[in-house]
């Protein structure tokens, strides 16, 4: 296995197949195919074997996959076979929702903490958490060694937060800013604007 | 211009553009290069130029594009010269952020109804809508003629509710509950799910 030369576009298919696994394996299946598997997340059955082939010999030709095996090289895979700390910057309406998303549980993630600038939030309560002044971004995430963040701020604010986010060691950053950011080739982004996925659509309708 | 031929990787570019080309607008900017403009968005000169060739002859060698004329191209193009109205199922917490996103206005699109299967949130408001009994979603929705969903239900629940969408002529989907859904080809759906967007950023640390 040659992490370095398999495509992205083939990485970002994993997540898809290792959620699909996840549902098959909490509603009690043992094994699947490539092709209930691709059936589950709209790929072909030739797509699925080809991008899992990448990573070694995972299923026996006849009798398919183990679940339990492949979600379990899925999240060595991934690196989500352990929890990532995750910082929340932005404790505006998706700053809330994410705070209390349900999701992130047994899939590798969990924020530890929760900053924003406005002080009429600062010491305020979101979930568990109680929010900091994003003042003190830098030393604190430093101080957990923090290595992911999620960005809800306003698209004005996330550029500025981004440099602050690198100078802490932050190594990827989930954006819901609806803005592209401007970073160092080290630092992973990942964008979500709903806006974006939905004119993405509406130019086929 | 033939779009059936259009990669769709293109296509989920164009967005980014012209998010980017309205900031410049916004700023006062009157026209940008491919160069100036690739900057922004971290994609290379000489791909956005073939990229918005794909489409016509919209700039000029050495004078570059008007900021405009590109942005109102690109809104013809992606059809969001207009303003698509949205049906918003779910008012959990995401739900809660999105009827409250600021992020909408401008950019195509408006959300006109909220529905939920809860009693107790049904006759509630959320923003400035009253939230509506999800057991009358397709003759609502076909009554609006809306043609465009935003889905924050739980994963259980998604599924069934799409089949619903489809039954109500909704052409495209914007899907936050984290499942991959199965539906005819005609419709289109897109997904956030902030867990497959962070795993896809774990891989490379």
Do not use: C
């Not at 994410?98 to 999701?103: D, M, S, V």
């Amino acid at each position: 296995m040659n992490s370095d030369k398999i495509p992205d576009i083939i990485i970002g298919r994993l997540p898809i197949y290792l959620r699909a696994l996840q549902r098959m394996a909490d509603s009690g299946l043992k094994t699947t195919s490539s092709q209930e598997l691709g059936e589950l997340v709209g790929v072909s059955a030739a797509q699925i074997r080809k991008d899992i082939s990448q990573f070694g010999e995972f299923g026996k030709q006849g009798t398919g996959y183990s679940i339990t095996y492949l979600l379990e090289k899925l999240r060595e895979i991934l690196k989500v076979n352990r929890i990532w700390d995750v910082a929340l910057i932005g404790a505006g309406d998706m700053g809330h929702a994410l705070a209390n998303y349900q999701g992130f549980a047994n899939r590798g993630f969990k924020i530890v903490m929760v900053f924003d600038s406005d002080k009429e939030k600062i010491g305020q309560k979101i979930g568990d958490f109680t929010i900091e002044d994003v003042a003190h971004i830098v030393e604190k995430i430093k101080a957990a060694d923090v290595k992911i963040a999620m960005l809800t701020v306003p698209a004005s604010a996330a550029q500025n937060v981004t440099e602050k986010l690198v100078q802490a060691g932050i190594k990827g950053i989930l954006n819901y800013a609806p803005i592209t950011l401007n970073m160092p080739n080290h630092v992973k982004v990942q964008y979500i604007d709903p806006v974006t996925h939905l004119q993405r659509m509406t130019y086929y309708l």
